[in-house]
């Protein structure tokens, strides 16, 4: 669940053509809160040209990234407040051509396990949903 700088960073780079795409946790997930909260940023992603994509097949737990299919990182840490500043959490960072082709080659093959989200889907989830989405954004930023 990426704070406000982080989303915005986010769109501002699919506003200027990237190539931005996310996969997170789907329906299957061991902290649906955590889900939820991340889900209230969709709208501002989506509407930027973010890709969102969910996991469906099973839990998610692994936190990579991939940049310019040459920068990667792998680890534990989330992209939170929290995960950055208290929490034990490491990450490793490769500066790799191989790797990092590699790495997007795992994340496209993972894509096939995952629901690609639209605006106009999403858009049309019930008021309940939405409510639970900001509720659960207001209070984990709080943690």
Known sequence: M?????????????????DVRILTAGPRTDVNIVRLAGRAWYDRLLTAGVRVY?????????????????????GSINFDNR???LNDEATLMVLDRAVGEQMTRLFLDDLRYAEEMTLATFRQRSWYQRFAERCANWVTRLL
Do not use: C, M, Y
């Open 2 to 18: 990426p704070d406000r700088h982080f989303v915005d960073l986010l769109a501002a780079a699919a506003t200027r053509g990237v």
């Open 54 to 74: 969910e996991w469906q097949p099973t839990n998610l737990h692994a936190k990579t990234f991939v940049i310019d299919d040459e920068w990667s990182t792998i």
């Open 83 to 85: 995960s950055l500043a």
